[in-house]
């Protein structure tokens, strides 16, 4: 059975930065795209970054591009999203996301069978 955990979250003025971890048991992930997404009060969730575990290809969603980077450490399978220059608007709760395959075009929910329970990040003005 596959386990998400995310961790790190918290409260940042903007302009700050915060590293969220995503702690990943019960499987060899070497073959597994894994995805960082998130939701906003009444609002959808949206996709933020993934990264395809075994080949470290990396994608973002344009709101995050340059200021959010995906990575991962094999040794530990754990996976992160540092995350500098915060806005206010990515106050959301953060889930972390795994599925087998490429992450490569992963961008919608339904492309993810496992999940975390999620992490609150609040930016504040």
């Known amino acids: 059975q596959v386990q998400l955990v995310e961790s790190g979250g918290g409260l940042v003025q903007a302009g700050g930065s915060l590293r969220l971890s995503c702690a990943a048991s019960g499987r060899t992930f070497s073959n597994y795209a894994m995805g960082w997404f998130r939701q906003a009060p009444g609002k959808e969730r949206e996709f933020v970054a993934a990264i395809s575990w075994s080949i470290g290809y990396t994608y973002y969603a344009d709101s995050v591009k340059g200021r959010f980077t995906i990575s991962r450490d094999n040794a530990k399978s754990t996976v992160f999203l540092q995350m500098n220059s915060l806005k206010p608007e990515d106050t959301a709760v953060y889930y972390c996301?795994?599925?087998?395959?490429?992450?490569?075009?992963?961008?919608?929910?339904?492309?993810?069978?496992?999940w975390g329970q999620g992490t609150q990040v609040t930016v504040s003005s």
């Open positions: 996301a795994a599925d087998r395959g490429s992450a490569l075009g992963r961008y919608k929910e339904s492309q993810y069978s496992y």
